[in-house]
Each structure stands twice: as structure tokens, then as C-alpha cells.
């Protein structure tokens, strides 16, 4: 996953995430946010740019560090492809089995996908 941080990159989603609300909301809250400054210390994740399949917004690692707590673990989702969403659950670092975490998206197939990568890990999902 790509973070971010680039004002004209984060303008760039920004305009791009517009055009298909409601189902970016979730994410482009944020992605405004840390493109004007970020007060609330967040990041931006992609897993390719300029064409991403998927943007995951979440706080920076470093500003919450209890593993239990899914409340400050929380993450944002919006994807394009349910494969993308598919990868992210099963194999990358930005979202590990070593911290609790909620996982906010409005698409369909967020659910099961996560239901299904969590019966595979043998985790409990609330």
C-alpha cells in the first residue's frame, strides 16, 4: 500500500472519490482532511496510483498504539474492485490479526469479505 501525501495526489482522489458518492463517503472525509492539513494525524493508503483499486484511510500507526483498541483502529475503505478488497484483508500490513480494528465501508460485499477472511484465520468478528 502507497501512502499518500502529496497535496496534488490528494486533490486528484479528492475529485475522483466526488464523482461516486455516496459510497466514498466514508473515505473522502478524510482524504479532505488530510489534504488541508491534517489536525487529526491520518493517513491516506492506496495500493497503486494514479489507478487504484482501493483507498483505506486510517490514523497514523505511530499516534495509537494499543492493539486492543478498535475504537482509535479504526479504518475507512471505499474499492473499485472486490479483489482489491479481497488482497487488503488477506495480505498486507495495513491491516494485521496483531490489532483489534473496525472496518467502515457502505459497498456491498464488505461484509462477507470480511467474514470470510476472518472464519479463514479462525478470528471472531463482532
Same mark, same amino acid.
Not at 479528492?14 to 466514498?24: D, N, V
Given at each position: ?6 497535496? #496534488?495526489? $490528494?486533490?486528484? =482522489? ?30 491516506? =493508503? ?19 498504539? *494499543?492493539?486492543? *483498541? ?5 479504518? /475507512?475503505?471505499?474499492?473499485?474492485? !472486490?479483489?482489491?478488497?479481497? &488482497? +487488503? +484483508?488477506?495480505?498486507?500490513? &495495513?491491516?494485521?490479526?496483531?490489532? #483489534?480494528?473496525?472496518? $467502515?465501508?457502505?459497498? *456491498?460485499?464488505? *461484509?462477507? &469479505?470480511?467474514? !470470510?477472511? &476472518? /472464519?479463514?484465520?479462525?478470528? !471472531?468478528?463482532?
Amino acid at each position: 500500500m502507497l501512502i499518500l501525501r502529496c497535496p #496534488a495526489h $490528494l486533490q486528484l =482522489l479528492e475529485e475522483t472519490l466526488r464523482k461516486s458518492l455516496p459510497t466514498t463517503l466514508p473515505v473522502l472525509g478524510t482524504v479532505m482532511t488530510v489534504a488541508r492539513g491534517n489536525p487529526a494525524s491520518h493517513e491516506v =493508503l492506496v495500493d497503486s496510483w494514479p489507478h487504484f483499486g482501493i483507498v483505506l484511510t486510517r490514523l497514523c500507526p505511530e499516534d495509537h498504539r *494499543d492493539p486492543r *483498541d478498535y475504537y482509535t483502529n479504526q479504518l /475507512s475503505v471505499f474499492y473499485r474492485d !472486490k479483489g482489491a478488497l479481497q &488482497a +487488503l +484483508l488477506e495480505g498486507t500490513e &495495513a491491516v494485521t490479526q496483531e490489532r #483489534a480494528f473496525q472496518i $467502515l465501508g457502505m459497498q *456491498d460485499g464488505l *461484509d462477507e &469479505a470480511v467474514q !470470510k477472511v &476472518a /472464519s479463514d484465520r479462525g478470528l !471472531k468478528v463482532e
